[in-house]
């Protein structure tokens, strides 16, 4: 289920151009969609987060979540995606339960293995390269990477400064998908740089 083009939402308040956005990369192929929202609106979040849900089911992809769920939304999302703030790890296990749950574990093989051993259903890595998203995150190392493979079965999703050619690097190096924001949602042509990156994984 988490595998190729992990799509990650830029943050705007304007609902139909995101839902433009989305919808291309959709067509382009994306697999995964993940609502990162920061600084807006409660009501306009609300509002995404219903019209992305609809657009995500209608392509038969899921939809995650961004930190910890809020009440009110759990029944928009397939899921969430946890930061190193976003709940505890005796939490994660029945997170897990109800969704797929995912997790970012930086440069952190440890955590990797402890997000999979309480049922996490893929953990991101990052970042590989420098990222304008998160410039300040610490390098990740190939040799992190191939530990961390070793290490768990779920898939492991790439994450910071990727691009269709660095994708091709990291898939080889046994990453199962990679999550995009500014190159793909910045790109003139989403459709077509969603397909570039759905061919590296085809």
Not at 86 to 114: H, K, T
Not at 160 to 183: K, Y
Request: proline share 6%; with cysteine.
């Amino acid at each position: 289920m988490i595998r190729g083009l992990y799509g990650v939402t830029p943050e705007m308040e304007d609902t139909a151009r995101l839902l433009g956005l989305v919808r291309a990369a959709l067509r382009g192929g994306m697999g995964v969609l993940q609502y990162r929202v920061k600084r807006l609106p409660a009501q306009i979040r609300h509002e995404q987060l219903e019209a992305l849900s609809g657009l995500c089911q209608a392509y038969g992809i899921p939809l995650l979540i961004n930190d910890a769920p809020r009440p009110s939304e759990q029944h928009l999302a397939d899921g969430w995606h946890l930061g190193r703030d976003d709940g505890l790890p005796q939490e994660w296990p029945q997170m897990a339960s109800r969704g797929i749950l995912g997790l970012s574990c930086y440069a952190d093989s440890e955590r990797a293995v402890a997000a999979a051993a309480a049922g996490a259903h893929y953990v991101a890595l990052g970042s590989f390269f420098p990222s304008r998203t998160k410039p300040e995150a610490p390098a990740v190392s190939w040799n992190t990477l191939r530990e961390t493979r070793a290490k768990v079965d779920i898939p492991i999703v790439a994450i910071g400064g990727i691009t269709p050619e660095r994708a091709s690097l990291l898939r080889a190096a046994g990453v199962d998908a990679v999550a995009v924001l500014s190159d793909l949602f910045t790109a003139p042509d989403v459709e077509e740089q969603a397909a570039a990156y759905c061919r590296v994984f085809a």
